[in-house]
């Protein structure tokens, strides 16, 4: 396992453990990076976004107005919309 794998599961636990604190103080206590930069809260990011393109091309909403949504190049969301009729 990597390293930065490991700070992401640590980070995780440590974020469930004190639910009290909140983000900043977290960071600050066991100076991480913040929680935005994690490989778990981009991955999260990118799934959400999946999901949010996948509704809204199946609304007929147009890639320009999907990308200004999810704030993605016109270019990703055409490149997703394609893997996603394959």
Same mark, same amino acid.
């Given at each position: 396992m990597a390293r930065n794998e490991i700070i992401d599961i640590i980070s995780t636990i440590v974020v469930y453990k004190f639910v009290n604190l909140s983000q900043a103080e977290i960071e600050t206590m066991l100076n991480l990076t913040p929680?935005? $930069?994690? &490989?778990?809260?981009?991955?999260? *990011?990118?799934?959400?976004?999946?999901?949010?393109?996948?509704n809204l091309l199946s609304k007929g909403q147009s890639f320009e107005y999907?990308?200004?949504?999810?704030?993605?190049?016109?270019? $990703?969301? &055409?490149?997703?919309?394609?893997? *996603?009729?394959?």
């Amino acid at each position: 396992m990597a390293r930065n794998e490991i700070i992401d599961i640590i980070s995780t636990i440590v974020v469930y453990k004190f639910v009290n604190l909140s983000q900043a103080e977290i960071e600050t206590m066991l100076n991480l990076t913040p929680l935005y $930069e994690t &490989r778990i809260y981009k991955d999260l *990011q990118r799934e959400t976004n999946l999901k949010v393109i996948r509704n809204l091309l199946s609304k007929g909403q147009s890639f320009e107005y999907i990308a200004e949504i999810v704030e993605m190049s016109v270019e $990703e969301v &055409r490149q997703i919309a394609q893997e *996603q009729q394959s």
